[in-house]
């Protein structure tokens, strides 16, 4: 399960990092660093589904995507085409960040939420947030019409829940592309965007790429 690798539930501490360091010559030199760990303070939330859409919530239905998403977002790109901080898909006001702890319906069933969601009536615009090439675009059980977008470097970003999709596979973006609308398709409460961005093949809160540069 690739949301098993992320580091959402990483103990807050100092570990220890072995870095590889090679030079214009080809000489690798070993480097070893502390990384501090901070906790995310990550918050509960109570979610309740549209109704019919208690059975999205079936894990064989989430593994399979996962297998989907992690086959495209684990592909290692060495062209760059982000340059700066990414911009915000939806001109909309952003309703549940990442990391949050939801419990569904009855209370029962916890997920962890990986990416950060907009509130938006349906149809209003997503927009590309860096240039890109589109590596998905099809429609999933969970996260309803999607559309993942790969930024090289190992940085993809994706795009649920919506009404309609206008790129497809193999369609290059430019930032600020109307790419598709903001739905309610899929394991949803109500209308909007979820935006995630993966990075070498695991979720991380995709704000922080909005706040600073990653160059």
Known sequence: DVYKRQPVGTRAG???AALTLTDAAGQPTPLMVNIRVVSGNYRPETITLLEGRGALLNVAVEDAELTILNRVMA?????????????????AAMTSPFGVVRQYNDGTVERVH???????????????????????????????????????????????????????????????????????TGRVSGPHLHWELWVNGVPVDPMQWARQSFR
Not at 82 to 90: I, M, V
Not at 122 to 134: C, E, Y
């Open 75 to 91: 592909r290692f790109n060495p062209s760059r085409y982000f340059d700066g901080p990414l911009g915000l898909p939806a001109a």
């Open 114 to 184: 990986f990416g950060t969601d907009f509130a938006g009536v349906v149809g209003s615009p997503i927009f590309a947030p860096a240039a890109g090439r589109v590596v998905l675009a099809d429609t999933l059980n969970v996260r309803g019409i999607a559309t993942v977008i790969d930024h090289g470097w190992g940085v993809f970003t994706g795009y649920w829940h919506q009404s309609e999709r206008y790129v497809q596979v193999g369609d290059e973006v430019s930032p600020g592309q109307v790419i598709g609308t903001i739905g309610d």
């Open 14 to 16: 100092v570990y220890p």
